[in-house]
Nanobody, 125 residues
C-alpha cells in the first residue's frame, strides 16, 4: 500500500520561495512517476509537475514554468517541489500523487489513484 505524506506548506509573502516535500512509503520514488497537483479555492485541481521513474521531469502550467521544479531524493524516498518567486496566484492546497506508472502519462487528477492529504500554501501580496 503506497502512502504519500506532504509537508512544507506555509504562509509566505509574494516573491518568497518554498520547498514542499512528499514522503513516500510502500514504494520507491525511482520505481514510479510522482506528480504534484494543486487546488485553489473554487477551482479544479490542476497538475503542476511530474517526475518519471527515470528522472525526466515535466512542468504543466505555463504560469509556473521557470519558477517551480520537481526533484527527488532516493535516499530519503522523498519527492520535492521547489517553488520560487511565489505569487498570490500560487495560493492553493498542494497534493502529491502517483498512478503507479513509470512515465508521466497524464496531467489530470482522475488519472491518479494514490494521493496525500495535501499541504496548504498561502502567498500574501
Amino acid at each position: 500500500q503506497v502512502q504519500l505524506v506532504e509537508s512544507g506548506g506555509n504562509l509566505v509573502q509574494a516573491g518568497d520561495s518554498l520547498r514542499l516535500s512528499c514522503a513516500v512509503s510502500g514504494s520507491n520514488v525511482d520505481e514510479y512517476a510522482y506528480a504534484w497537483f494543486r487546488q485553489a479555492p473554487g477551482k479544479e485541481r490542476e497538475g503542476v509537475s511530474c517526475i518519471a521513474n527515470h528522472g525526466l521531469t515535466t512542468v504543466y502550467p505555463d504560469s509556473v514554468k521557470g519558477r517551480f521544479a520537481i526533484s527527488r531524493d532516493t535516499t530519503k524516498n522523498t519527492v520535492y517541489l521547489q517553488m520560487d518567486r511565489l505569487s498570490p496566484e500560487d495560493t492553493a492546497v498542494y497534493y502529491c500523487a502517483t498512478a503507479l506508472l513509470h512515465l508521466c502519462t497524464g496531467r489530470f487528477p482522475e488519472e491518479y489513484h494514490y494521493w496525500g492529504q495535501g499541504t496548504q500554501v498561502t502567498v500574501s501580496s
